[in-house]
């Protein structure tokens, strides 16, 4: 009996608790590969502060940027700065076929140095005896490194390379070297224009020589905004060289396209902001004339605005509907222009405007604009304008038109100088329209 009791007992293949001893084997062998895995990963983690601290890692050099191209959060909003070029690129018709308007790069409005030369990093008065001129030529070094592609266009002239930029036959008038040491002033700020102690005037001394026996009715181009777009920029220079020039105070380069432009026998004036009625939504700039300012502020404002470059015969408002119909604002600003010897071309951009009626009373070489040629920047509106302009000026002797240099104006006034000789026009400087 206690023999068959034994044969009938179960093996002892098991534990107390009926566990199989393989699998509990088997689970503390991956119990202890999972606990080496996290020691590892733990050991090579960098240590982390339990402070307010930024975590900072480590990285290791094959992975690290280059300083050298890598730019910073300064460099997002900084202007690049290139040299005026001396030729256009051959492909005038790609920027004249496009009615497209060609937008200012950006940070045109960061304040700019005092002009001075930018090979030589001169003041322009050590150089106003040197032929500062001359530098103007087509070899000039200050502009022979070409211009850098803005993206508006890949030129900016007239289509018709042979003709319509080449139909004056005084074209071939050679400006006097600007700046005239005799009539600038070393400030603070830079060179600024003053009457000589002869008496003559930059008005006067940096015109584009005119026939006043000239008995057909005059015609003045002006082109604005100059100098913030290198394309519109060598376009409006590559244009005759009786259309007047006028650049933005906050241009780079202001020294070296002045010079361009006088080299290719263009007047030019400057651009000076005045406050529109929709300030300061509507902000010219950092050195706009303000009403809300003293006589002294906008003065020293204007001072700076004088400043950027020479060789200018005067200025022209840009915007400025609310300035230039105040008296008590104008009046101190047209006082000190006159102690410059400069003249004074009135936008119209108001119809109250009294920026040309009160140089006239002074006796302050001034002028006055018969119509914006672009504020419609179309082919027909254009032709329109300029049609417009003749008959102003056939009813009164003479008119000023004022455009921009969008490539559809460039190309309209182009094709339209011709025809505008032929009709009995003399396309004139608008110094030979200022009257006092």
Known sequence: MERSLRQGKPEASKDTFGVNPLFVALALLVAVAAGIVIWLSLAGAPEVSTNDAPLVIAVPPEFALEDE???????AHREPVSEPAVDVAPEISTFLETDAVPESPPGALEAVPPARSPATETPIADRADAGAADAGAADTGAADTGAADTGAADTGAADTEGDALDIFPEDD?????????????????????????????P??????????????????????????????TNAAIRMPGTVTLSFAPYARDLEAW???????????????PMEPVGYPTDDPGPHTLLTSLSADDNIARLEWLLSRFTGYVGIVDQMGSKFTASRDAVQPVLAALERRGLMVLDSRATSGSVLFDLAQGMGLPSAANDGFLDDVASRAAIDDQLAALERRAREKGYAVGIGRPYPVTIDRIAAWLPAARTHGFAIAPVSALATQ
């Not at 008005?203 to 002006?222: G, L, M, N, S, T």
């Open 69 to 75: 191209g890598v730019p910073t959060p300064e460099d």
């Open 173 to 201: 008038i050679v400006l006097l070297p600007a700046p005239d040491r005799d009539l600038i002033e070393e400030s603070e700020e830079g060179a600024l224009p003053m009457v000589g102690p002869d008496g003559r005037a």
């Open 203 to 232: 008005w006067q001394v940096y015109a584009r020589p005119f026939e006043d026996d000239d008995a057909r009715p005059r015609i003045a181009i002006v082109l604005m905004d100059l100098g913030l777009s290198e394309v519109a």
């Open 258 to 272: 002045s010079i361009l432009a006088r080299a290719a026998g263009h007047e030019i004036m400057l651009d000076i």
